[in-house]
DNA sequence: TGCGTATATGCCAATATTAACATATTGTCA
DNA sequence: TGACAATATGTTAATATTGGCATATACGCA
């Protein structure tokens, strides 16, 4: 891997490294939800689930329709919330290990 | 997913999301190595590498052990190896969605 | 046109992240 | 013990991220 791969790798990781991103992305997972939506669903001021869509938009990670006063969002990236299973997979990794060593001091 | 779980993942995010650290995980995929090694390898100043391999240590991401006066690092958790090629997938499948987008504006 | 609703954006302050440098720590060996 | 090698840590300054608030924009409808 360049360091250039790194980097983009990075940047991507940064993008969803957020509370409040991953509880948009999550929510998308199967179907696409108006702003109002996910302000209901989250509970985050709506200005601030706003900027978070643009963020994930201007990444390309979702995308956007306008019906009327609504905008839906979608998630352009269904892989992406593999990615977050993915990532659950390594904390339950990191979570056995430390049992392990707990219970090995245990044993001594 | 509860918003706790969500903020968790999150800090696991961020602790990847960094340009050296990935390197650093990257390169012990398979075997161990010193700090000096690692500096050699990624060409990062002796005292940042330290530093994020310090914060992958804390995270339980690492292992260090000491032989002399080196300290080999390992990966703790090999799944995050598995985890950045997933990462890789979400980039991969966001370059053909714009392609594909791309492709169709050219053909209007 | 004017008003209400939904959404986006600009600005600011608080906080987090990072690199760079200097210095400390820990071990080896003479 | 002293000098050196490998690694870690403290401090600081620059920059990035975030939330909160105010305000702007876009649309529908009367």
Redesign the pocket.
């Known amino acids: 891997m360049s360091q250039k791969e790194f980097s983009d790798q990075?940047?991507l990781l940064?993008?969803l490294?957020?509370?409040?991103?991953l509880a948009i992305i999550y929510s998308l997972k199967d179907t696409e939800k108006?702003?109002?939506?996910?302000?209901e669903e989250i509970g985050?001021?709506?200005?601030?689930?706003?900027?978070?869509?643009?963020?994930l938009?201007l990444n390309n990670i979702v995308a956007?329709r306008?019906?009327?006063?609504?905008?839906?969002?979608k998630l352009l990236t269904p892989c992406a919330v593999k990615f977050l299973s993915c990532a659950t997979d390594v904390m339950r990794e990191k979570k056995e290990y430390l049992l392990k060593i707990i219970n090995q001091k245990h044993q001594r």
């Not at 490294?17 to 991103?21: G, I, L």
């Not at 985050?44 to 963020?55: A, G, N, T, Y």
């Open positions: 990075a940047k940064k993008i490294a957020n509370e409040v991103r108006t702003v109002s939506e996910l302000v985050s001021e709506q200005s601030i689930i706003s900027k978070h869509l643009s963020l938009r956007d306008r019906e009327g006063n609504n905008i839906y969002y």
